[in-house]
């Protein structure tokens, strides 16, 4: 099966050694992404949005760019995972959810934890079904 890398020209190069999206076949894997992920220069240096909800819209702004690049949309995600760190922003990223992506029909885990920047609120790791690749 064949292997094709994303890595959206639109989105900052990632900071360490991996792509930012990955497909095989009709599956499409998208790196941890941040608020971060279109912000150039050495990842301690990065000035993040301010506020838990800024840093979900662009982060979710961030994944659609790499769907976008391997011809899909977030209604083609099936799973996230969402890594916040504090556990009282659940509820503003689950809001935030229904509106960037209103319909069901994909699964969603939550964890609260340490995250790499300082000022980072939230990551966020999705996987989508995109269908076979237009020849």
Known sequence: MKKTVYNPSTLAPPVGHFDRGVRFGDWLFISGTSALTNVQGEIWERKLVEGIEAQTNETLDNIEKVCKDAGGSLADIY????ILRKREHFKMVSD???VRMPERGFICHGYQGDLLHPDMELEIEAYAYMGPLEK
């Open 96 to 98: 935030i959810f229904k």
């Open 79 to 82: 799973e996230c995972r969402v």
